[in-house]
């Protein structure tokens, strides 16, 4: 496992960008009172340690969702018990490749987790009720939708399909 420890100076240059990746290193030197040359250092080897992945961008308003709520699906056993993780599978790519559907998760053998948006709430019920609620041997589904966000409210514009 790579050495993930970082130090005062990893997590400010960090934190700044995670706000906004855009900032130059020009930048980010003036905000935290470090040289160039270090700041450009740390971010190479951050990025050659795996902590910094890749950069990308957050929707804004208008692309992202204003309705989401979170769906847990169990999935019935079958007869054949080897058919679980198949049909679980199954399911999971069928739920990825739909519109809307942000975020999709296993949990356990026979739960899946997904995160769905829309930008009507009557649109994101319908689209419940039409495409997810009518998966076939499901034994039950947990709508919650999602009335408020504490923390992460980036979250549906980083997950938005564009």
Not at 7 to 14: C, E, G, K, S
Not at 42 to 58: H, V, W
Not at 77 to 100: C, H, M, N, Q, W
Not at 123 to 144: A, C, G, H, Q, Y
Request: charged share 30%; glycine share 6%.
């Amino acid at each position: 496992m790579p050495n993930t420890q970082l130090d005062d100076l990893d997590r400010a240059i960090l934190r700044l960008l995670k706000s906004d990746a855009r900032l130059t290193i020009a930048e980010i030197s003036n905000k935290i009172g470090k040289p160039e040359s270090t700041v450009h250092f740390r971010i190479k080897k951050l990025q050659e340690r795996g902590i910094i992945d890749k950069y990308t961008i957050i929707l804004g308003e208008p692309l992202k969702p204003k309705y989401l709520a979170f769906i847990i699906l169990e999935v019935g056993r079958p007869i054949i018990e080897d058919f679980l993780d198949r049909y679980v599978e199954y399911i999971t790519k069928t739920l990825s490749a739909l519109p809307g559907v942000l975020f999709v998760a296993k949990s356990g053998a026979d739960k899946i987790i997904a995160l769905v948006g829309k930008n009507d709430k009557e649109e994101l019920m319908n689209f419940i009720e039409d495409n997810i609620k009518s998966i076939p041997t499901l034994r039950n589904v947990v709508v919650l939708p999602v009335s408020e966000i504490r923390k992460g409210e980036d979250i549906a514009g980083f997950l938005a399909e564009v």
